[in-house]
T-cell receptor, first 112, second 115 residues
Framework: GQQLNQSPQSMFIQEGEDVSMNCTSS?????WLWYKQDPGEGPVLLIA???AGELTSNGRLTAQFGITRKDSFLNISASIPSDVGIYFC????????????WGAGTKLIIKP | NAGVTQTPKFRILKIGQSMTLQCTQD?????MYWYRQDPGMGLKLIYY???????DKGEVPNGYNVSRSTTEDFPLRLELAAPSQTSVYFC??????????????FGPGTRLTVL
């Protein structure tokens, strides 16, 4: 079946550093999504991407829909303590039958 | 506006017991979903519904049942709990389905342990 490979699994960074994570697949998707999950909460949508090559920003977050339609990345600039959490990529396939495919998540930890 | 609410927040079940996880949304969304999240993994779709009276299986439906008698409520039923069903369960809703993606709003989750 369709799978998303998300990396890295976890990141330990200093406050103020930039962060980069990505999601790849062998399958083609027509929508890429990035969610953030805080501890004890459900995921919240950060950015949605609908066209290959699209680059979209949301504050300090920037995400891109890969030109091959098989990957996406998320950048966070100048990280702050409230950025900690788990970031998930998700994608909608061409024949998704209403199913979102989810990556395993990237856990972001900010070193004091 | 409460959004998507789930009860209970936590539950411990013995093997073979049954229970219903409740989910309610007040956004008048037609589409509702149940996911499970295992440690270190992404979400897996259990069941979804495109409107009252209509439900369909997701990726991992075995051991679960759902019903959708109203637009607001989408309960998930576990009939014979097994340790493999230990997980965090999330309910979500959206105003449209995924043929043209519309944002899914998630509840806070139910953490279930089966011993």
């Amino acid at each position: 079946g369709q799978q998303l490979n998300q990396s890295p699994q976890s990141m330990f960074i200093q406050e103020g550093e930039d962060v980069s994570m990505n999601c790849t697949s062998s399958s083609i998707f027509n929508t890429w999504l990035w969610y953030k999950q805080d501890p004890g909460e459900g995921p919240v949508l950060l950015i949605a991407l609908y066209k290959a090559g699209e680059l979209t920003s949301n504050g300090r977050l920037t995400a891109q829909f890969g030109i091959t339609r098989k990957d996406s990345f998320l950048n966070i600039s100048a990280s702050i303590p409230s950025d900690v959490g788990i970031y998930f990529c998700a994608a909608v396939g061409l024949d998704s039958n209403y199913q979102l495919i989810w990556g395993a998540g990237t856990k972001l930890i900010i070193k004091p | 506006n409460a959004g998507v609410t789930q009860t209970p927040k936590f539950r411990i079940l013995k093997i073979g017991q049954s229970m219903t996880l409740q989910c309610t949304q007040d956004m008048n969304h037609n589409y509702m979903y149940w996911y499970r999240q295992d440690p270190g993994m992404g979400l897996k779709l259990i069941y979804y519904s495109v409107g009252a009276g209509i439900t369909d299986k997701g990726e991992v439906p075995n051991g679960y049942n759902v019903s959708r008698s109203t637009t607001e409520d989408f309960p998930l039923r576990l009939e014979l709990a097994a340790p493999s069903q230990t997980s965090v369960y999330f309910c979500a809703s959206s105003s449209r389905g995924l043929d043209t993606y519309n944002e899914q709003f998630f509840g806070p989750g139910t953490r279930l342990t089966v011993l």
